[in-house]
């Protein structure tokens, strides 16, 4: 059983910074495809971002150029979260596929393990 543990969520103001970091366990070899997703009260899920096993990442345009994805050796991804505005504030949940390969958009039905959700709130 793959468990996903995220840190780093908390309030700051617009124009601030957060780093959200998930560790993954049990991938042992191979770097397999992570992402952060988000989710808002009354909004649906949101793919945020994702990386695969050969770092190559996508963004929902809404981030592009402030956020950051990347992956290390040990299995932790990370998003790098700058330039905040308030309409990012959500509950982050990483999620992991049991493969190295990512999708062309970052759909949480082909995720296979998902993190409890940190919470992020960004005041104007």
């Known amino acids: 059983q793959i468990h996903l543990v995220e840190f780093g969520g908390g309030s700051v103001q617009a124009g601030g910074s957060l780093r959200l970091s998930c560790r993954a366990s049990e991938f042992t070899y191979t770097r397999n495809c992570m992402a952060w997703f988000r989710q808002a009260p009354g909004k649906e899920r949101e793919g945020v971002a994702s990386?695969?096993?050969?770092?190559?990442t996508r963004y929902v345009d809404s981030v592009k150029g402030r956020f950051t994805i990347t992956q290390d050796n040990t299995n932790t991804v990370y998003l790098q979260m700058n330039n905040l505005k308030p309409e990012d504030t959500a509950m982050y949940y990483c999620?992991?596929?049991?493969?190295?390969?990512?999708?062309?958009?970052?759909?949480?039905?082909?995720?296979?393990?998902w993190g409890q959700g940190t919470q992020v709130t960004v005041s104007s």
């Open positions: 999620a992991a596929r049991n493969i190295r390969v990512c999708g062309a958009r970052t759909v949480g039905a082909d995720f296979h393990y």
């Open positions: 990386v695969d096993g050969d770092a190559r």
